[in-house]
């Protein structure tokens, strides 16, 4: 079992950073690859970025590519995403995510665990 805890969330302008982070627990974290989600009021939840378990692969959503950053530590059982030039559309609560099965990494129905999320919101 591997339980996600979030945090780094907050009010930014745009244009501006922000770095949220995951906290893993459970002897099983580096087998899971990991993933960022986020829903916007009213929207389904979509994928943003994942990472594979050794860190060696990394995949975008295409409206976040060139912008964000997601990068894991294995040792410290940790995940962040950096957010870089966020603007307002970014506004979300951000959901850290491990999934077993690389193929299903952008597949909110095969996540195997999910976070309790964190707001990020971008002003104009």
């Known amino acids: 079992q591997v339980q996600l805890v979030e945090s780094g969330g907050g009010l930014v302008q745009a244009g501006g950073s922000l770095r949220v982070s995951c906290a893993a627990s459970?002897?099983?974290?580096?087998?899971?690859?990991m993933g960022w989600f986020r829903q916007a009021p009213g929207k389904e939840r979509e994928f943003v970025a994942a990472?594979?378990?050794?860190?060696?692969?990394?995949y975008y959503a295409d409206s976040v590519k060139g912008r964000f950053t997601i990068s894991r530590d294995n040792v410290k059982r940790m995940v962040y995403l950096q957010m870089n030039s966020l603007k307002p559309e970014d506004t979300a609560v951000y959901y850290c995510?491990?999934?077993?099965?690389?193929?299903?990494?952008?597949?909110?129905?095969?996540?195997?665990?999910w976070g309790q999320g964190t707001q990020v919101t971008v002003s104009s």
């Open positions: 995510a491990a999934v077993l099965n690389w193929s299903y990494i952008t597949e909110v129905d095969r996540v195997n665990y």
């Open positions: 459970g002897r099983t974290f580096s087998n899971y690859a």
């Open positions: 990472i594979s378990w050794s860190g060696g692969s990394t």
